[in-house]
């Protein structure tokens, strides 16, 4: 339990984005252990990541880009739990930290955004569409080779506002941020995950902490939702295994259904020349094997150049 004259303070990005997941951390807490507000202290960290707006990030490159500052606080003391986008996270946590409360998944598609079409398959020919991510630039390619991608940073408001200039006719962004944002009305349509896979834990928020910290992970054991760690154990270990760097297009999904897990997944070209994907279904508890497993077929089919290509 939270000592009362030394409130539980979480540790988030400054984002709006980041500070609705570091609420919504901090409410459930609150329910769970019937724990007042005051119990809680939001601090919001700048990272390297924030601090860089003006580049691609795969330019700016390196591990933990989102996540360095967040994790020396933790470190250091200054905050007792991390409130992070399970999306953002390299696949390996810091020495002494780790990440073993997941809450419960919000919606894992992308939304189409766009004033002028309702869906992708409505862009006229040559339309400029605008996004950073590289997964969904290089799916966006293959299904749409005709259409010309141009980079698209900041946050949804600065890309909403891209979009009314008339920069670019469409972009995407996670229905989970829209809806955290409570800005669902931006969605166009969610985008189904067979014709563009999420990225992997995308939807996904997880809370990091101390190894060593037992109190407080006796505090997050009764908010951590068992399916949701579940699903992302199967998509992290495909992920680790294909080391994703920012630098490859990968996509993964895993999904239960009647007691059995199904895992979907994805490597592209970032151009979109090239895209594969497979699948795997078995046992709940088999999901980190078939995530290896899922991740060995795509690498023996693209063929060993494929990662160190691009
Ligand atoms: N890379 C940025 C990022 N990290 C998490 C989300 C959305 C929320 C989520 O997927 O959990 C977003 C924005 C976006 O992709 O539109």
Do not use: W
């Not at 990272?47 to 490159?61: F, N, S």
């Not at 967040?70 to 999306?87: F, N, P, Q, T, Y």
């Not at 992997?200 to 505090?219: F, H, K, M, P, Y």
């Not at 009647?258 to 594969?276: H, M, T, Y």
Request: contains cysteine; hydrophobic residues 40%.
């Amino acid at each position: 339990m939270p000592n009362p004259s030394r409130p539980l303070k979480i540790g988030t990005r400054g984002s709006v984005l980041a500070l609705a997941q570091a609420y919504e951390t901090r409410a459930r807490l609150m329910a769970a252990h019937d724990l007042p507000v005051e119990a809680f202290e939001v601090v919001a960290i700048k990272t390297t990541g924030d601090r860089i707006t003006d580049r691609p990030l795969k330019e700016i490159g390196g591990k933990g880009l989102f996540t360095r500052e967040i994790e020396e606080a933790l470190a250091e003391g200054r905050i007792d739990i991390a409130v992070h986008s399970m999306k953002d996270m390299p696949t390996i946590q810091p020495e002494g930290m780790v990440i073993d409360c997941l809450l419960p998944r919000e919606d894992v598609r992308d939304a189409f955004v766009s004033p002028h079409a309702a869906s992708i398959d409505e862009l006229p020919q040559g339309a400029v569409v605008g996004s950073s991510s590289l997964r969904r630039r290089a799916q966006l390619a293959h299904y749409r080779p005709d259409l010309k991608l141009v980079e698209f940073r900041g946050n949804v408001q600065t890309r909403l506002k891209k979009l009314e200039d008339g920069v670019a006719q469409a972009t995407f962004l996670a229905m989970a941020g829209l809806r955290r944002l409570e800005m669902l009305h931006v969605a166009r349509a969610p985008i189904r995950p067979d014709q563009m896979l999420p990225a992997v834990a995308q939807g996904a928020i997880g809370i990091e902490r101390r190894s060593d910290d037992l109190n407080t992970a006796g505090l997050l054991a009764p908010i951590h939702d068992v399916e949701t760690g579940q699903r992302i154990t199967a998509e992290r270990a495909f992920l680790a295994r294909l080391d994703g760097s920012c630098q490859t297009p990968i996509a993964g999904l895993a999904e239960l259904a009647e007691g059995r897990l199904v895992l979907r997944g994805q490597i592209l070209k970032p151009d979109g020349s090239q895209a594969f994907s497979a699948r795997r279904e078995g046992e709940i508890a088999d999901g980190a094997a078939m995530g290896i497993d899922l991740a060995e077929e795509l690498l023996s089919r693209a063929g060993p150049d494929f990662l160190s290509h691009i």
